[in-house]
């Protein structure tokens, strides 16, 4: 049995990974944390949860969480994870950190987040955790660095495609849509109900943190730099992503062969369902579950690739894959805590 610590317990992914967990049979949470929230228990701030977990909130100790725990889980804002991993590290803990701290190099974050980055020894410690795609690394890792739940959507969409020469890795554009929770729980002018209801809008337009992040895994498959167009729109909405793609198909490269490649990259991985010809997804059709599901077009009056992937924001797009990788690095069964079907409608 595996003992746990949620640290950001409060936060909307923290709250994500307790309902994952609470039917996951090899783990057992055994300390909440969370500054804001200290004192409280956490099902007097989430009222859902009574009867359920009856644990106080405590203040994030590293030396009492090393005391109870073997895995921590960090669901906290970018910028704060400095200040916990390297002692969580010392003491021989399993980390999987929710927040952006140890996606991209120190450079990269400090430009693109606006905060001061780790220090280096910890991000290049860190492995990315883009589970369909990195087991091996992830297996053997003591930090894992779970991936932003657009980069998510995006490169289980892209990879197969950059890594097969399927397309031109110039052309890619990529516009992509979320539900408000991926802001978090904090109050934001942005996010209140009288400015998203009955509103859609693009926001941080060509600037978005998650750009370099995403062109970073594509070059990486791609063996060159890969740069792409990222518009992030926000829909109201309070769960999903439906992130779809646009590129140039290479030489060669029928829908059929398209379908095939999908397929057989994916065959196997429990959590990416391929839609047959003519078939797309819905963000409705994986609420609530650790699923992506693609659809994917050939235009042939034009030679572009329309491929779509929906996710939920909060499981598969953060809490769900952090529990994945859970499994993966435990030896676990991957599905673990994991097999729920989708909430439809």
């Known amino acids: 049995m595996i003992r746990a610590a949620v640290v950001g317990a409060s936060g909307y992914t923290g709250v994500e990974l307790l309902r994952l967990l609470h039917r996951h049979p090899e783990v057992d949470i055994v300390c909440l944390t969370g500054d804001s929230s200290a004192g409280k228990r956490i099902q007097d701030i989430y009222p859902h949860l009574q009867g359920i977990y009856n644990q106080p909130v405590e203040n994030t100790d590293p030396d009492l969480i090393a005391e109870r725990a073997d895995f921590v ?19 021989g ?5 929710l927040g952006g701290d140890l996606r991209l190099p120190g450079d990269m974050y400090s430009k693109w987040y606006k905060k001061t980055p780790v220090p280096e020894p910890i991000q290049k410690q860190a492995v990315y955790g883009l589970s369909e795609w990195y087991r091996t690394e992830i297996e053997k890792a003591q930090l894992i660095a779970n991936p932003g739940c657009y980069p998510t959507a995006t490169l289980l969409a892209l990879l197969p495609l950059v890594e097969a020469g399927a397309i031109e890795p110039d052309s890619i554009i990529v516009d992509a849509k979320s539900g408000v929770s991926g802001a978090g729980r904090a109050a934001a002018l942005g996010s209140v109900f009288s400015e998203v209801n009955e509103n859609f809008k693009a926001y941080k337009v060509n600037h978005h943190q998650h750009t370099p992040e995403i062109e970073q895994q594509l070059s990486k498959a791609a063996g060159k730099k890969v740069v792409m167009t990222f518009t992030p729109h926000l829909v109201p909405m309070t769960r999903g992503i439906l992130a779809t793609c646009y590129a140039r198909v290479s030489a060669g490269w029928t829908q059929s062969r398209l379908f095939d490649l999908y397929h057989s990259t994916y065959e196997g991985k429990p959590f990416v369902r391929i839609r047959p010809v003519g078939n797309y997804p819905q963000t409705k059709e994986v609420t609530g579950s650790n699923r992506c599901d693609i659809g994917l077009s050939l235009d042939d009056r034009t030679g572009r690739l329309t491929v779509l992937s929906v996710i939920d924001n909060l499981v598969k797009g953060a809490s769900g894959q952090a529990v994945q990788n859970l499994n993966i690095m435990a030896g676990f069964e991957e599905t673990a805590g994991l097999d729920e079907v989708p909430l439809y409608p």
């Open 73 to 91: 889980f960090i669901a906290l804002p970018s910028g704060h994870t400095g200040s916990i991993v390297p002692n969580l590290l010392k003491k």
């Open 93 to 97: 803990l399993r980390v999987i950190d």
